[in-house]
């Protein structure tokens, strides 16, 4: 049973940094597309960043470009998200999220909650002075 857990959200000030995890247990994305998905409080999900896992080719929106890095490590089974400069409108639920089969360019365009089948529970992140 494929089961991914998120973890590392709280609250910080405004510029502060947060590095949020995901570890997979019962599968290995060796060509998946895992992401990190947020949701604030009356607004749709959306994917933050994405990683195609045969390569490591990544993709994000454009709001949060230059500030947050996703990245996977192979031997944890882990995904990442270190999120820096960070300002009140990252403040949201964000969520890990997993496609078992894809390839880079299918994980670089895929943006809609509905194209991923593997989901972690959310973790808080808040930002505010």
């Not at 570890?23 to 998946?32: A, E, I, K, Q, R």
């Not at 895992?34 to 080719?57: C, D, H, L, N």
């Not at 300002?87 to 964000?94: L, V």
């Amino acid at each position: 049973q494929v089961q991914l857990v998120g973890s590392g959200g709280g609250s910080v000030r405004p510029g502060g940094s947060l590095r949020l995890s995901c570890v997979v247990s019962g599968y290995t994305y060796t060509s998946g597309c895992m992401a990190w998905f947020r949701q604030a409080p009356g607004k749709e999900r959306e994917g933050v960043a994405s990683i195609y896992t045969g390569s490591s080719s990544t993709t994000y929106v454009d709001s949060v470009k230059g500030r947050f890095t996703i990245s996977q490590d192979n031997a944890k089974n882990t995904l990442y998200l270190q999120m820096n400069s960070l300002k009140p409108e990252d403040t949201a639920m964000y969520y890990c999220a997993a496609i078992r089969f894809s390839s880079s360019t299918y994980c670089s365009r895929a943006a809609r909650p509905a194209d991923f089948t593997d989901w972690g529970q959310g973790t808080q992140v808040t930002v505010s002075s």
